[in-house]
Structures are given as C-alpha cells and as structure tokens.
C-alpha cells in the first residue's frame, strides 16, 4: 500500500498542486491586466471631464462677454440723439475692448484676431467630442463657429446665440453627468 501511496498518489497531488497553481497565476494576471485597463479609463476619463468642463467654461464665458458687446454695439448705433457722456462711454467701452492700448498698438483694431482666436478655440473643442453621440454640442460648437465667421452680427443673432448658449450649456451639463456615472460604473468594476 505504501508503494500506490508513493507511486501513485503522491506524484498526482503534486501534478494537481502544479495545474491549481498554474491556473490560478493565469485569472490572476487576468484579473491584474482587467484592473490596469480599468484604471487608466478611468483616468483619462477624468482627465477629458476636466478638460472639457475647463474649455467649455472659458468659452461660454468669452461668448457671453461678446454678446453683451455686441449688443451694446447694436443698440449705441441704433440711438439717435446719444449724450456728449453716453458717446464718451460708449468709446471708452469700445476701445477697451477692441484696442490694445498696453503694448503701443492702439491704433490696431483687434476685433477679427480676437475672434479668429475664438473660432479656433471653438473648433480645438470640436475635436474633443464623439460626433456620433454628442451632437447637440456639436451642433451648438459649429452655430458659434459660424456666428463668429459673419461679418454682420444682427440684434436677432445675439438673441438666437443667447438661446444656442445655453443649450449648449445644458447639453454639456448632461454630457458630464452621464460620463462620470460611468466613471462610477467602471470604477465598481461593472
């Protein structure tokens, strides 16, 4: 009996031992190679959200403030009998805003690089979007590329870009809400 024990038996459990641990290294590098993936999704994920929430911020910001210029552009040329202090404040408005008076080149109109500036921001946060499943905020994007491109601006464009302003903050509220649910859902390993 001791020679089954000795022949048989023991070199099985050994062979058995040798399998379970074999087996066991392979779902645990799985497992190591699953939670590495995860991890950087997840990362760069929060990275995008960031961005995105940074980008989106500064540029809805940048557009509200022309809007209200243009606004004040269309109604100062739109009043008849202005004030000798009305136009005085009007021209200060309008050279603070569109002169660099700091650097010596006040007489350098800058309205059209300050805009060439939006659109390529505008167009740089384009790219950062999945074009098949953001469209609204793409859509939003290229109204405000297109909004930025006229020579014109009319007094019914700013309120249509009022209203594009703020779907498109709603629509990026929404996109954020939904992409970090699924950092929450890839961080529980789901």
Known sequence: MKEILNDF???????????????NIYFTRKNIKTTKYIDTVTTERIKWLSIIREEITQLISIISETLVLHKKF???????????????????????????SLNGN???????????EIIKRLYLLKLRFNPKEDLEILNSIQYFIGLYAQKYISDNDIDDATTELSNLSEQTQL????????????????
Do not use: C
């Open 9 to 23: 038996v023991l070199p099985s459990g050994v062979l058995l031992t040798f399998i379970a641990a074999t087996i």
């Open 74 to 100: 269309i109604q100062d040329a739109e009043s008849q009998n202005p004030s000798e202090q009305y136009m005085d404040d009007v021209n200060y408005e309008y050279q603070r805003h569109y002169f660099d």
């Open 106 to 116: 006040s007489l350098i109109y800058q309205e059209k690089i300050a805009y060439q």
């Open 175 to 190: 996109l954020l809400k939904k992409e970090w649910e699924k950092v929450k859902l890839e961080t529980k390993g789901k």
